[in-house]
């Protein structure tokens, strides 16, 4: 891999508790505030079973998942989201001045060999299952994904390099910024190695800096890693993920009401204004929607509440609203629509959504311009098109960009090009695309709940099977396709 390249001197696997995406934090802030003691399970898929990790590289993930007890932050780290992040209040600081993880009891994995001739070639399917406190468990999501990818093209795919990794990032930011995309990179969960989006990062930065050169409209708002926002003194971009909602609703059994609950407790958390990108598809978006344009409890009405959206055993209940302080903010009353300052698109059709989304607007009477993030299947010509059909409609967009940068050789969120950038690899032997690992870990229970998520997609449901179609009879939940979301294809 690379020759050119000099990597012996970079960090193997997981160093630091920042080499995580932002929303890991965010949440982990939220559920020390209101679920402290919630027991929950993860479960790990492999959606490319054809691309198999050996004998060797699941030893070295073992290895390297051992080696997460030794992490810890560090003051510098400290400091900095004490400086980046001020929505992080001094109760959470210290949690994580403390934090210690505990992979050995708290991570189960296992090697099912194939065909077990014993050789370290073997290759086999790799379970991997985490179980413990939400509080804790909540940050091994991203480590533990990343580290699967780095094992399999470290031992399992060796034919491709670091060679024109930077220039392509480079290439791809510039072609972005020229059309007046605003993007972040969120590569992290399926990036080769460290090196990888290091370098994919560098690139990025250098589009950048060309592209305020030359007065472009398009910029790179951040990265949704946090380690490497610090790094290359950029924002770190990220509010919250599809395993809020979900944990929500499987806590309370109440999928009614789970998405108003959860935004409930979000803005209770950080206030108004604050990480206001709201995820619309967890329960499907028509769901969500009728939990969106509901008025927010205020200080003057949460007195005499409605105990659908409070949480049974919450640690405390939501304060409505409040600022980062503490103290009290907006009294009008006013719906989470109002309150949150746009949507992101996770999955089906991006055009239907701008046009179901620009509807339901206009008719709760919203006018104030608002943010819709992409950030689901994206690439740069993607990218071009749904900015243009966003801008058309009165939003204005951003993307997340993930594989496209960091694991096709060359990210995804607010403009978030995920893969995007992190994945855009190719055989040195006979130049045909080096695929990246479509790998996911999701929240699979919680208090002894199974825990779901539905989407606008049926390829990206996700759960147990029978609360799956439950959920579905109760919220009349009608079956959408989009065949560009189709998971056993995307990255």
């Not at 939400?134 to 670091?162: G, H, N, V």
């Not at 509440?305 to 009353?333: K, W």
């Not at 059709?349 to 994206?378: A, C, H, W």
Request: charged residues 25%; glycine residues 8%.
């Amino acid at each position: 891999m690379a020759p050119s390249e000099d990597v012996t001197g970079l960090p193997d696997g997981i160093f630091s508790i920042l080499d995580t995406d932002l929303y890991k934090l965010t949440m982990q802030c939220a559920i020390l505030k209101y679920l402290p003691d919630v027991h929950v399970t993860y479960a790990f898929t492999n959606r490319t079973p054809d691309m198999r990790l050996n004998r060797s590289a699941f030893h070295w993930l073992q290895e390297q998942i051992t080696k997460l007890a030794n992490v810890a932050i560090t003051k510098d780290e400290l400091n900095y989201l004490k400086s980046t992040c001020p929505y992080f209040n001094s109760t959470y600081l210290r949690f994580l001045e403390s934090c210690r993880l505990q992979p050995s009891k708290q991570i189960h994995v296992a090697f099912t060999p194939i065909k077990d001739t014993g050789s370290l070639d073997d290759v086999g399917d790799v379970h991997i299952e985490v179980a413990g406190r939400w509080l804790d468990t909540i940050l091994y999501e991203i480590p533990l994904l990343a580290l699967t990818s780095e094992a399999y093209f470290k031992f399992c795919d060796q034919d491709w390099s670091y060679d024109d990794q930077e220039e392509r990032a480079y290439s791809k930011g510039r072609k972005l910024m020229a059309s007046g995309c605003v993007f972040s990179e969120f590569g992290s969960r399926r990036r080769r190695d460290y090196h990888t989006q290091d370098l994919v990062i560098r690139g990025l930065k250098r589009a950048a800096a060309d592209g305020q050169g030359k007065g472009w409209k398009g910029r790179l708002s951040g990265t949704s890693n946090v380690h490497f926002a610090m790094k290359y003194g950029i924002l770190p971009i990220g509010t919250v993920a599809h395993e809020w909602f979900m944990g929500i609703a499987s806590i309370t059994n109440d999928y009614e009401h789970a998405n108003e609950t959860a935004l409930r407790y979000w803005v209770g958390c950080f206030g108004e204004g604050v990480l206001g990108i709201a995820l619309t598809d967890t329960f499907g978006t028509s769901t969500f929607l009728k939990a969106f344009k509901r008025t927010m409890p205020t200080p003057a009405n949460s007195v005499v509440d409605d105990e659908r959206t409070l949480i049974p055993g919450a640690a405390s209940p939501p304060l409505s609203p409040v600022d980062v302080n503490g103290s009290i903010g907006n009294t009008e009353e006013r719906s989470y629509a109002q309150i949150f300052q746009g949507v992101r698109q996770d999955s089906g059709n991006p055009i239907e959504y701008i046009s179901i989304m620009r509807d339901f607007y206009d008719q709760e009477g919203i006018q104030e311009k608002k943010t819709i993030v992409f950030s689901d299947s994206l690439d740069v010509e993607r990218c071009i098109e749904y900015k243009q059909a966003a801008e058309e409609a009165g939003f204005a967009p951003t993307f997340g960009v993930g594989t496209f940068l960091t694991s096709q050789s060359l990210l995804r969120f607010s403009e978030f090009l995920a893969n995007e950038f992190t994945d855009d690899f190719y055989h040195q032997s006979n130049g045909e695309k080096s695929a990246p690992l479509n790998i996911v870990i999701k929240l699979s229970s919680a208090n002894n709940h199974p825990a779901i998520k539905i989407s606008d997609n049926i390829g990206k449901n996700t759960g147990d099977s029978k609360t799956v179609h439950k959920v579905k009879e109760t919220l009349g939940y009608v079956e959408r396709q989009w065949a560009k979301g189709d998971e056993s294809t995307r990255w």
